[in-house]
T-cell receptor, first 114, second 116 residues
Framework: DAGVIQSPRHEVTEMGQEVTLRCKPISGHNSLFWYRQTMMRGLELLIYFNNNVPIDDSGMPEDRFSAKMPNASFSTLKIQPSEPRDSAVYFC????????????FGPGTRLLVL | AQSVSQHNHHVILSEAASLELGCNYSYGGTVNLFWYVQYPGQHLQLLLKYFSGDPLVKGIKGFEAEFIKSKFSFNLRKPSVQWSDTAEYFCAVSKNYGGATNKLIFGTGTLLAVQP
């Protein structure tokens, strides 16, 4: 099992540019979560999907952030336009049908907006 | 609203010392409880979880946690820490809906530094 795959692993961009983060969940998992981790705010849930449908996006900071899950094996998190305060590590996680809700995390994308 | 409190933000121990990290949650219903560990520069990995049954749960690398329902607590313990246990530890809770997807509520994390 390859685990949750995220790309890119590192991204450096300039303020105002569009950033797209990608995630491939574990095969067979039906729920996908996007988190952001910073020193100041810790680990924050941004949005999660169940069976490709967004269930709770209350953690998305503002309209500059959007997330899609066009199919069961792929999701994107887009920031447009990016700002320096978006610099963080973005994690994707997935979980399957087990009732206990265990989430499996990807390696993260470390984003730096200059 | 559900919340998870981790009382210690930073803990510094010497090798072979015993460890106990506190975790309390606010939800009163049936819950699932987790401890995740994040080693420096890495992603979160599951350390152990409580779903049902024996409230004393054993995880990887000699860690264990005890679910005390009356105290809404799920403290993490290890009798003798090693330098390699240096990491950040996150407690998390999700509601048990018997199979439905649900989000995890994470605590703010405890940074553990083990001195050789």
């Amino acid at each position: 099992d390859a685990g949750v795959i995220q790309s890119p692993r590192h991204e450096v961009t300039e303020m105002g540019q569009e950033v797209t983060l990608r995630c491939k969940p574990i095969s067979g998992h039906n729920s996908l979560f996007w988190y952001r981790q910073t020193m100041m705010r810790g680990l924050e849930l941004l949005i999660y999907f169940n069976n490709n449908v967004p269930i709770d996006d209350s953690g998305m900071p503002e309209d500059r952030f959007s997330a899609k899950m066009p199919n069961a094996s792929f999701s994107t998190l887009k920031i447009q336009p990016s700002e320096p305060r978006d610099s963080a590590v973005y994690f994707c996680a997935s979980h399957g049908e087990l009732a206990d809700g265990t989430q499996y995390f990807g390696p993260g994308t470390r984003l730096l907006v200059l | 609203a559900q919340s998870v409190s981790q009382h210690n933000h930073h803990v510094i121990l010497s090798e072979a010392a015993s460890l106990e990290l506190g975790c309390n949650y606010s939800y009163g219903g049936t819950v699932n409880l987790f401890w995740y560990v994040q080693y420096p520069g890495q992603h979160l990995q599951l350390l152990l979880k409580y779903f049902s049954g024996d409230p004393l749960v054993k995880g990887i690398k000699g860690f264990e946690a005890e679910f005390i329902k009356s105290k809404f607590s799920f403290n993490l313990r290890k009798p003798s820490v090693q330098w390699s246990d240096t990491a950040e530890y996150f407690c998390a809770v999700s509601k048990n809906y018997g199979g439905a997807t649900n989000k995890l509520i994470f605590g703010t994390g405890t940074l553990l530094a083990v001195q050789p």
